[in-house]
């Protein structure tokens, strides 16, 4: 029971932090550092973007299993069991919703000039689409990362921030190539808009489905041998 209500700390602190980081890493390239948006100054921004995910990597191994995007928590909670689950998705998801929503509150606050948050540039089901896509690369590449090199903090850490910037920079015309619902549910209830079909089926329902079409195929792809799976049995007895 501790250790639950300690990832549900963990969580809303990690997805507050997450939204801000992303607000100030853009007042500090182009407001601090003076660049304009051209591509010199996306290729700054990058730069300290990368290095933003991996002060939340190093974040996220220290406090040992707390996350700042649903995403991550459902394709854990998928592969485990259903009491798993349902504190996943009955807990740590409103934890992280309530954090990027207290995030934004107080981003509006302190900088009016943040904007507000990614938008939908496309039609609902192009949009669904693309999030979903992305939603799938990215749990798909984790999922592959953490099976082939498991100890490799940097190595690990390095693929997944380069193909989580390289797919955000591919959705960001059409969707905002969020692949965080947290986030962008923050942004969206200070809109008004966070109970709209658009906001639920291209921001929840897509990127969930991605999620659980990656674990599946991970699994097919991935299996063990069933010879692999007994011996593997025999030695746990």
């Known amino acids: 029971m501790?250790?639950?209500?300690?990832?549900?700390?963990?969580?809303?602190?990690?997805?507050?932090m997450w939204l801000w980081s992303g607000v100030l890493v853009k007042i500090?390239?182009?407001?601090?550092?003076?660049?304009?948006?051209?591509?010199?100054?996306?290729?700054?921004?990058a730069v300290f973007s990368i290095l933003n995910m991996f002060l939340f990597a190093f974040l996220v191994?220290?406090?040992?299993?707390?996350?700042?995007?649903?995403?991550?928590?459902?394709s854990a909670a998928f592969s485990g069991g259903f009491s798993s689950f349902l504190f996943t998705a009955g807990?740590?998801?409103?934890?992280?919703?309530?954090?990027a929503v207290t995030a934004v509150r107080l981003i509006i606050h302190t900088f009016p000039e943040a904007g507000r948050g990614p938008?939908?540039?496309?039609?609902?089901?192009?949009?669904?689409?693309?999030?979903g896509l992305l939603t799938f690369g990215i749990v798909f590449i984790s999922l592959g990362l953490s099976k082939k090199i498991p100890g490799n903090f940097f190595m690990k850490t390095?693929?997944?921030?380069?193909?989580?910037?390289?797919?955000?920079?591919?959705?960001?015309?059409?969707?905002?190539?969020?692949m965080n619902p947290a986030s962008v549910m923050g942004w969206a209830y200070a809109?008004?808009?966070?109970?709209?079909k658009e906001h639920i089926l291209v921001y929840w329902i897509a990127p969930i489905q991605g999620t659980i079409a990656a674990v599946s195929?991970?699994?097919?792809?991935?299996?063990?041998?069933?010879?692999e799976e007994v011996n593997t049995k025999k030695k746990s007895e």
């Open 28 to 45: 500090f390239v182009f407001g601090v550092l003076g660049f304009g948006n051209d591509p010199i100054g996306e290729v700054v921004k």
């Open 119 to 131: 938008r939908l540039n496309v039609g609902i089901h192009h949009g669904a689409l693309t999030e």
């Open 61 to 74: 191994k220290i406090s040992k299993g707390a996350a700042y995007n649903p995403l991550n928590v459902l």
């Open 191 to 196: 809109r008004g808009e966070h109970i709209t």
């Open 158 to 178: 390095w693929i997944s921030s380069f193909s989580k910037l390289t797919l955000h920079v591919l959705g960001s015309d059409l969707t905002g190539g969020c």
């Open 2 to 16: 501790a250790s639950g209500a300690r990832l549900l700390v963990l969580d809303f602190a990690l997805s507050f």
């Open 91 to 99: 807990a740590r998801i409103p934890a992280q919703v309530l954090g």
């Open 217 to 227: 195929t991970f699994k097919i792809l991935f299996r063990k041998p069933k010879e």
